[in-house]
């Protein structure tokens, strides 16, 4: 299984970025799927997910800016990010748990990919 992000960047804060996730070795619809955000100094968060059977749910902090979406045909998954702040910016990994009754850790993750928002 290999996970690999893309689509980070630096954005003016009010601006837009979309994250990318490729993953390979696998099959989306039998997996949890997740953003996770780290900033240094704290523990990584989840900001976005997706169960095995489609049903989103974001952070509180970034209801009504964020999105997450996923393209079964092409094993993509994606985090659609608007109204950026600065403190979104941080380290965003892109995450695959095997759906076996429940959302199995550790997973499979990706290398990160940076998001940088300025005021």
């Known amino acids: 299984v290999q996970v690999v992000e893309s689509g980070g960047g630096s954005v003016q804060a009010g601006g837009s970025l979309r994250l990318s996730c490729s993953a390979s070795g696998l099959t989306l619809g039998t997996y949890c799927k997740a953003w996770f955000r780290q900033v240094a100094g704290k523990n990584r968060e989840a900001v976005a997910s997706l169960d095995h059977d489609g049903s989103a749910t974001l952070a509180d902090s970034v209801k009504g800016r964020f999105s997450i979406s996923q393209d079964n045909t092409k094993n993509n998954l994606f985090l659609q990010m608007d109204s950026l702040k600065p403190e979104d910016s941080g380290t965003y990994y892109c995450?695959?748990?095997?759906?076996?009754?429940?959302?199995?850790?550790?997973?499979?993750w990706g290398q990160g990919t940076q998001v940088t928002v300025s005021s």
């Open positions: 995450v695959m748990f095997p759906w076996v009754g429940y959302c199995h850790s550790p997973g499979h």
